[in-house]
């Protein structure tokens, strides 16, 4: 049996860090994720120097989508957000002294999580349906079987559902 020749590969295996560096591949989000974390250290730095590095680990901070001179930091709640308000102008020079230019800063308050939690069913409770009516179902139903005429369709359709649907 005569098979084709196996094509040559002139192609080889690249280190998963030149895909990284390649400005066509992910190089633009390793660049990103690199500025980012340069912001997160510096803005640590400058609350260090106003004496609130405290609420470092409750602010999120990026750039706003379209300009690169306009802050963007998410807080977590309402007091850390009024006190990074009446600091923005000191901490606008403390960012330009670490080398991060910014004109302006914005502060918005971070979507609080969901108090309660969905928690998936347990294996018995799938199978489990509810069996009958509770007690104001059934008067209810019951109700309205008394308000039918005794010759009807549905009359008939509900006694068939009271009988077959147990207490």
């Excluded at 990026?62 to 963007?72: I, V, Y």
């Excluded at 923005?88 to 309660?116: E, F």
Aim: hydrophobic share 45%; glycine share 6%.
């Amino acid at each position: 049996m005569n098979f084709a020749p196996k094509p040559i590969r002139t192609k080889a295996a690249h280190e998963w860090l030149d895909y990284l560096r390649d400005s066509e591949g992910l190089g633009g989000i390793l660049a990103k994720t690199e500025d980012l974390a340069k912001l997160k250290i510096a803005l640590k730095a400058a609350l260090f120097e106003l004496d609130l590095d405290n609420l470092a680990p409750k602010i999120e901070a990026g750039w706003r989508t379209g300009s690169q001179n306009e802050l963007f930091l998410l807080v977590t709640g309402a007091s850390v957000a009024t006190r990074l308000q009446q600091v923005l102008p000191s901490l606008i020079n403390g960012l330009a002294k670490k080398g991060v230019i910014c004109t302006s800063i914005k502060v918005r308050l971070k979507p609080a999580p969901p108090a309660w939690e969905i928690k998936p069913r347990e294996v018995g409770q799938l199978s489990q349906r509810p069996k009958g009516f509770n007690a104001a179902a059934r008067a209810s139903w019951e109700s309205l079987l008394e308000k039918l005429a005794p010759d009807s369709d549905l009359r008939k359709a509900v006694e068939r559902l009271l009988q077959n649907k147990p207490k």
